[in-house]
């Protein structure tokens, strides 16, 4: 596994990513975030608005499975937490800006972007719907960690003028 400090040292992720306390509640992998888009960082337009999402971000989560199979990958996420915000998120506008996101990602890393499921809905807790959402994920390794970092990293970027020109 590729450890924080050496995509910190790198430059790979930057110093100002934040790690989680631990394992990610109700979850058996360790994160650390960074990259915070808002949504009224994107700019006034009709694709993305504060009703649609609070804001997206990066993941990096390491993990193990149960056959001791270690894995890293980088997530990008959807924070819709209403306790946060105040709003509440209809299913059906998140559900269509999480599509053309994934979309986006899909375009931009054609061989590596991994599209996640719609789970609107809150599995692990009793709330009307998640505050976070995965929209899709690169699995990467030793190899390959700087390459597919830097290029998801890139597509994030690129969000705000792909989706405010």
């Avoid at 998120?89 to 269509?96: A, G």
């Avoid at 979309?103 to 998640?130: C, I």
Wanted: proline share 2%; charged share 25%.
């Amino acid at each position: 596994m590729v450890p924080l400090q050496k995509l910190y040292s790198e430059g790979v992720i930057p110093q100002s990513a934040q790690t989680g306390n631990g394992k990610v509640w109700k979850g058996n992998y360790y994160v650390c975030y960074f990259d915070w888009i808002l949504s009224t960082e994107i700019g006034d337009n009709v694709q993305f608005t504060e009703d649609t999402f609070n804001g997206l971000y990066l993941q990096i989560e390491t993990g193990a499975l149960e056959d001791g199979d270690d894995w890293e990958r980088i997530s990008v996420k959807m924070n819709i937490d209403s306790d946060a915000t105040g709003r509440k998120y209809d299913k059906e506008t998140v559900r269509r800006a999480r599509q053309r996101i994934q979309n986006h990602f899909a375009k931009k890393l054609p061989f590596h972007f991994q599209r996640t499921r719609f789970q609107f809905n809150s599995p692990k807790d009793d709330r009307e719907h998640a505050a976070w959402l995965t929209v899709g994920r690169v699995y990467y390794d030793a190899g390959t960690y700087k390459q597919l970092i830097t290029a998801v990293r890139q597509a994030f970027e690129e969000l705000k003028t792909d989706f405010c020109g």
